[in-house]
């Protein structure tokens, strides 16, 4: 098909071309000297470019064939066939659908730019992308690395991305520089970069200002995603430095809570809101860490909370804030409930006790704490507990107690009848008819486990 008969829109002017060197993307590109001309200009032009549309009218632009041959592989071999040459008015046709027409057009005239202007004359990723993918069609080097230049550098959504990986493999050696936001880092810089997250998420770095609460948040939650079961996140989660610092860094948070409680008292005078708002700050860290799960670290946090659970009770426990902090109340429950799990389903293993002194120390507390804001959450406006984290922690206590020795259990469950009627919350009855079962047929068990062969039917 022929050239149309009118000129396509647009022109861009160049100023003289004098000899110099651009750097782009590091490399240096020699210029050549080049008369002054101006794009789309049909006065002075001796070849024209057609794109052929398909279905639709060709449009063509008057172009130099000295601008093509120097800038395009394409053009210079297209140029130099016979049917063309550099005869006056020829014309080069290039099949070109709709959809690419617009960064064809604009190729064409970033041929005609210094090469430090390529870079310039972008403004979005996706541009750049069509114009890339035409000009190393085309052959148009230095407007590629103009592009690549631009990409590399410019901000770009996950979509994009993928477009440039598309691209990028008919790019050759040229794509190193696009690929290399893209490329994983390696497990020393992934490792590092962990460490700092988990140090700035559990506020090692001391003292913490308040206004960091938004970025330590988005901290924890990059770890949450980071820790997501895969090959290459275990190589990392079970590296000893990061476990050494995940043990410092719960230390530090256990650390920290207690200290907030020291300072409740003084703290809660002066401004009650402020003191409560503190003390829940710190819960939140520690309850967060979903880290240590992941990397079999539970017996650190269980541990911990054991040791300063005492103290943290004799002080919320006291009259002056019988009538407050209800917040700080319900999150102890929860955070607690973190450490019952951990211990009744066996993810941590400890002595008889330990398990024993944990129940004793909290199971009081929960049943007082959790009667109370029953009784206040008839009015709508108050907290209320989450009825899902009420049957976890339900369920961890009674597989503590049926994993405790037969009187530790008899113990617990005698104190939990005597008050059954008041503290409706856990409910161990589950615990309590295994009991008695065990009980009922303890001594004819264990008879026969001893004694195997005169009753080899039971066993132990």
Partial sequence: MGCAAEPGRGTAKVESWEPFTVEVAGVQEPVKLVEEYNFDDHTTSDVRVCFKLIDEQPEWFSCHSSVLSQNSKYFTDRLGQNDIGFRSNSCIEIECPRAKYDHYVKMLKL??????????????????????????????????????????????????????LEVARSLGSDAVSLLARLHAPSADAVKNVFISAIRFATCMETPFPPFLDDPKTSAQEQIDFMIHEDDETALVTMDEDVRSVVQEGTTKLLSRLRTGFDLLATEFDQSPDLAERGILSSLADIDWSNLLAKIEMMHA????????????????????YSSGLWAVKAKLIKVTGKALDAVGYGTVVIPASSRVHLLKTWLPYIQMTKRLLDENSKDE????????????????????????PSDDQADILSEWMKNAEQFRYPDLTEAFEGWCYRTKTAKRRLVGGLNGSSNPTVSL
């Fill in 111 to 164: 041929m005609y730019l210094p090469g430090e202007s390529v870079v310039d004359s972008f403004d979005s990723v996706k541009s750049a992308l069509g114009v890339l993918r035409a000009s190393n069609l085309l052959g148009c080097e230095l407007v590629t690395k103009g592009c690549i230049a631009y990409i590399e550098a410019a901000s770009r959504d996950e979509n994009e991305e993928e477009r440039i």
């Fill in 301 to 320: 946090f269980v541990s911990g909370w054991s040791e300063i659970s005492d103290h943290i009770l004799s002080v919320i426990q006291d009259k002056k």
């Fill in 381 to 404: 406006t108050s907290l209320q507990m989450d009825s899902d984290m009420c049957q976890n922690i339900e369920s961890a206590i009674v597989s503590m107690v049926l994993a405790l």
